[in-house]
């Protein structure tokens, strides 16, 4: 054992440093001060750069899209969402059909999520009259119009007496203008149960939407796409949709994406992370429950726009 190597741990390189430890947050302090208090490590770098990569997007103004499944909905996140698209940092959304139902509801209730395993054993589940008339004729009326799932809703939220469309996120999108598509698998969403369901209706509204959304992606070069809470749908939209863009001709190489959830599943890492920024993009996985790190994020970037 006396012929065992040594050296100096003075001279060895090493992973961490206390430069990059974290401050201690003194009672009363700022938001700002707080972030900057957090360690140079990790996920805190992680977080530290889609922040700055968003920034950096509206500045130099390149697109921002969300995309994003149903539950930012159910765990309170509309108004901030909102926010974020009134202050134009949201440029643009992309949701899910369950999406459409929790916003509806809201909008014309004040609440939304039933229970699902009670409700079922009795065969009520999804069976709201108000939902699935309602979603469905704002569906069947707007694709006939010739508009797409998204802007159908919010028009039909915008212009119905719907008590609390202030916390609609479809409304906001139809009142400002901003793209908001809807992506539906048929059979995944409760109001598909319900009569006034018109497969064609739904079927060329969501089809009509991804056409607008890959005309939105052909345009992310510079920008930034936020996956949130979607493990299946809206990654697979992503890829096809960022495919048909460059397939078109158009440049989208440099992209920051990022996937937000409490799990890491493999469609957000391969169809969001990975495979489109292979090159010259950059991804980010920030780990965590929607309803802490959504709201860290949007108070992160309002701070560095000010």
Do not use: W
């Not at 001060?33 to 130099?60: C, M, N, T, W």
């Not at 909102?82 to 949701?95: F, Q």
């Not at 937000?260 to 969001?272: L, S, W």
């Amino acid at each position: 054992m006396k012929a065992v190597k040594t050296y100096s741990l003075a001279g060895r390189k090493s992973k961490v440093s206390i430069d990059y430890f974290a401050g201690i947050h003194e009672k009363g302090g700022s938001f700002a001060g707080f972030l900057e208090k957090l360690p140079e490590v990790y996920a805190a770098s992680d977080f530290r750069a889609v922040v700055k990569a968003i920034v950096q997007a509206r500045r130099d103004s390149r697109p921002v899209i969300l995309g994003m499944g149903a539950h930012p909905v159910k765990l309170g996140l509309s108004p901030v969402i909102i926010e974020l698209m009134s202050r134009g940092i949201i440029t643009a959304i992309a949701a899910n059909g369950a999406c459409v139902i929790h916003d509806f509801e809201v909008a014309m209730a004040g609440h939304t999520s039933e229970d699902v395993a009670k409700e079922l054993c009795t065969g009520s589940f999804g069976m709201s009259r108000d939902t699935g008339r309602g979603v469905n004729l704002a569906i069947n009326k707007g694709v006939k119009n010739g508009h797409g799932i998204g802007r159908s809703v919010g028009e039909y939220i915008s212009r119905g007496a719907f008590r609390f469309r202030d916390k609609s996120i479809f409304c906001r999108a139809f009142e400002t203008g901003l793209p908001l598509t809807v992506h539906v698998a048929i059979g995944t969403d409760i109001i598909h149960m319900h009569p006034q369901a018109d497969g064609a209706a739904i079927g060329k509204g969501s089809l009509d939407d991804f056409r607008l959304l890959a005309s939105v992606v052909a345009d992310l070069e510079g920008g930034v796409y936020i996956n949130l809470g979607s493990a299946v749908i809206l990654p697979e939209v992503f890829l096809k949709a960022l495919n048909v863009a460059r397939n078109l001709g158009h440049k989208v190489e440099k992209i920051t994406t990022v996937n937000m959830d409490f799990i890491q599943h493999y469609r957000p890492r391969e169809n969001v992370l990975n495979r489109p920024t292979r090159g010259c993009g950059q991804s980010f996985a920030l780990t965590g429950h929607h309803e802490i790190m959504f709201p860290l994020l949007s108070a992160a970037v309002i701070e560095e726009m000010i």
